[in-house]
C-alpha cells in the first residue's frame, strides 16, 4: 500500500516505503526518509499511538528531517497500512503486546539500523510509548535515547466514560435481577482513575478469558471519526481536520473503538509498569512529555512513573492536549524545545552516556510568545 496524501499533508520528498514481515508473519507497512540537510544528528524511528498511521506524521517528520536526522516510521499491526489481525478491519485488536514489541523489534532491526547509521534514537507515542517501556531491557542495545510523549501508564481521572457507565449498569441489573442499573442511575466520577481501571481491567480479563476478547469494549464501535468539538486529542482545529481529511481519502487507514482482548493486554502490559520496582529497571535514557489537559491518559501517573526511573526525566506542557506533536504551534514549539534540549548529535552520544538525567535542563527555543513549558527535574 502507498502512502496516501492529500494537498494539505503531501508525502514528503525522498520517501521509500515498503512491508517487512515478523517472524509470526504479519506484514507491517513502514517508510523511511534521509534527512533533508545540514549537519546529520541520527536516525529517529517514529513510533505511533494507538489508531494512528504514518501518514498523520508527516508534518513530524519534515520537522525532524530539517533537523538532521534520518527517520523511520511504520504502522503496528491491526491499524494503518499494516495487515490486519481481525476478520473486521475496523476492529483495534490485539491479544497480547508481545505482538506489538515483535514489531518493534523487527523494524528496528530491518529498516532502521540496516538502513541508517546511529546514533538511534525513538520518538513515540501514547501506546507507542507503553510499547517500548515495556521492552527496555532488548532496546538498550538498540537504541541510544527515547523520546515519549504521554506515555499509556495510566487513565485519567475524571467523569466516567459512557461504555463505562453502560457497563456498569449492565453488571447491576444482572446482579440485581434488573432492580438497579436501569439509565436513571448516575455514576459518579471517582476520584482516582483507580475505580475505573479496576471495574474496566476486570471486565476485559472476563471477556478475554471466555473468549469474547475479540468484541468491542462496551459502548465501542467501528466508528472512525469524531466531531472536533467533542475529541480528547488535540486543540489544534487544522491539523485535527487535515487527519480527517486523508481518513476520507483512504478509510481502511482507519481503525475503531478497541477490543476487550486490546483493553486486556494493555493492562497487562501497564500494570507492571505501576510498580515499586519497575522504575529502577529502565536503563534506556528517556524523556517523557506529559500534556497539562490530558483527557486520555494519566498525567500524573507518568510524573509518578519517572520519579521512580532514575532514566527518565520529565516535562510538562501545561494546557496542551493528549497529542503534544499534533497539538497548536504554541504547545508544539516547547515540545520542539524539550526535544532539541535532549536528544544529542553524534558528537555528543558518547560524552552524555554516563550523565545524570537529573541535571537536564529545557528551554523554550521556539516562539518567543509561547507560555513556557512547567519543567519538572527528577
Known sequence: MSLIEIPDNPVPDGTKTG????????????????????????????????????????????DLRRRGFDVVAFDWRGQGGSQRVTRNPRRGHISNFKKFRLDLRTVLKEVSLATYPGPHFALAH????????SDTERLRTMLDRAVITAPLLGLPS???????????????????????????????????????????????????????????????????????????????????????????KAPELGIGSPTFGWLNAMARTMMPLRRRQAGPGIKLPCLMLGAG??????????????????????VEIAGAAHELMMERDVFRDQFWAAFDAFV???????????????????????????DPAEVRQV
Request: zero cysteines; hydrophobic letters at 40%.
Open 158 to 248: 475524571g467523569a466516567w466514560s459512557p461504555g463505562l457507565v453502560a457497563a456498569r449498569r449492565w453488571v447491576l441489573r444482572k446482579l440485581t435481577f434488573g432492580l438497579l442499573g436501569k439509565p436513571p442511575l448516575r455514576a459518579k466520577a471517582p476520584k482516582t482513575s483507580a475505580a475505573v481501571e479496576k471495574f474496566g481491567f476486570g471486565l476485559a480479563r472476563i471477556f478475554s478469558l471466555i473468549g469474547l476478547g475479540r468484541l468491542y469494549i462496551l459502548g465501542g464501535n467501528g466508528k472512525i471519526f469524531v466531531p472536533f468539538e467533542t475529541n480528547r486529542q488535540t486543540s489544534d482545529q487544522t491539523r485535527f481536520d487535515r487527519f480527517n481529511k486523508v481518513l476520507e
Open 344 to 370: 544529542p548529535g553524534l558528537e555528543a552520544v558518547q560524552e552524555l552516556e554516563d550523565a545524570d538525567l537529573s541535571t537536564i535542563s529545557v528551554h523554550n527555543t521556539g516562539n518567543e510568545t509561547s
Open 293 to 314: 489537559e490530558d483527557r486520555i491518559v494519566s498525567t500524573p501517573a507518568i510524573e509518578d512513573f519517572v520519579a521512580r526511573t532514575r532514566s527518565a526525566a520529565y
Open 19 to 62: 512491508f517487512v514481515t515478523t517472524p509470526d508473519g504479519i506484514k507491517i507497512r513502514y517508510a523511511h526518509w534521509p534527512t533533508a540537510g545540514g549537519p546529520r544528528r541520527g536516525t529517529v524511528t517514529l513510533l505511533q499511538g494507538r489508531a494512528e498511521f504514518i501518514e498523520k506524521y508527516f508534518e513530524v517528520v519534515q
Open 126 to 133: 501514547s501506546t507507542g510509548g507503553l510499547v517500548l517501556l
